[in-house]
């Protein structure tokens, strides 16, 4: 079946530091991969599509300066939280589909503690 | 954009009472419903889905419908057993969105023995 992996899966930092998180698809090529946001006992929230070769596509309130997106290789997005602080703090989660698939694979998550 | 309501937002039922979770979406463009079952701080995993083209499917103790005029579908589990205690999630995802999923508020299902 198809793998998701995320790096790290927690992370602690200060507030006013940056953040980055890692997606990667292990045995497919993604040309897609999405990434969410879970605040504790809450839905998965989309926070951004990831376009390799392009740039993402935000949701609305989402502040793309503050969460950068680099979708860089077929296999690879990566999400950077700048200047982080405490209501940042939340379960990242990206989620990819293989070319033809309808079920999205999801990451096991990144839990963001902001200090 | 796509709009999707769950309810109810807690459920308990009784080992071996089946459990009923609905939802409903507001954009008739949706053609994928997935159900995801996620435990405490662990990443959602399928447990079924269904296209637009199809009413019903079924897995072993777990079936979900489709109501594509009336723009709900339902996720019904038999037999419950304790180990289904979790949280259900509905989803919807059109080709308008880039196939990215809405999902619904969540349900958290309790199973007492």
Known sequence: ????????????????????????????????????????????MLMATSNEGSKATYEQGVEKDKFLINHASLTLS???????????????????????????????????TVL | GENVEQHPSTLSVQEGDSAVIKCTYSDSASNYFPWYKQELGK??????????????????????????????????????????????????RTSNSGYALNFGKGTSLLVTP
């Not at chain 1, 790290?8 to 969410?36: H, N």
């Not at chain 2, 889905?49 to 419908?65: L, P």
Request: hydrophobic letters at 35%.
């Open chain 1, 1 to 44: 079946g198809a793998v998701v992996s995320q790096h790290p899966s927690r992370v602690i930092c200060k507030s006013g530091t940056s953040v980055k998180i890692e997606c990667r698809s292990l045995d497919f090529q993604a040309t897609t991969m999405f990434w969410y946001r879970q605040f504790p006992k809450q839905s998965l």
């Open chain 1, 78 to 112: 990566t999400l950077t939280v700048t200047s982080a602080h405490p209501e940042d703090s939340s379960f990242y989660i990206c989620s990819a589909s293989p070319v033809g698939y309808n079920e999205q694979f999801f990451g096991p998550g990144t839990r963001l």
């Open chain 2, 43 to 92: 990443r959602p995993q399928l447990i079924i889905d269904i296209r637009s083209n199809v009413g019903e499917k079924k897995d072993q103790r777990i079936a979900v419908t489709l109501n594509k005029t009336a723009k709900h579908f339902s996720l019904h589990i038999t037999e419950t057993q304790p180990e289904d205690s979790a949280v259900y999630f509905c989803a919807a």
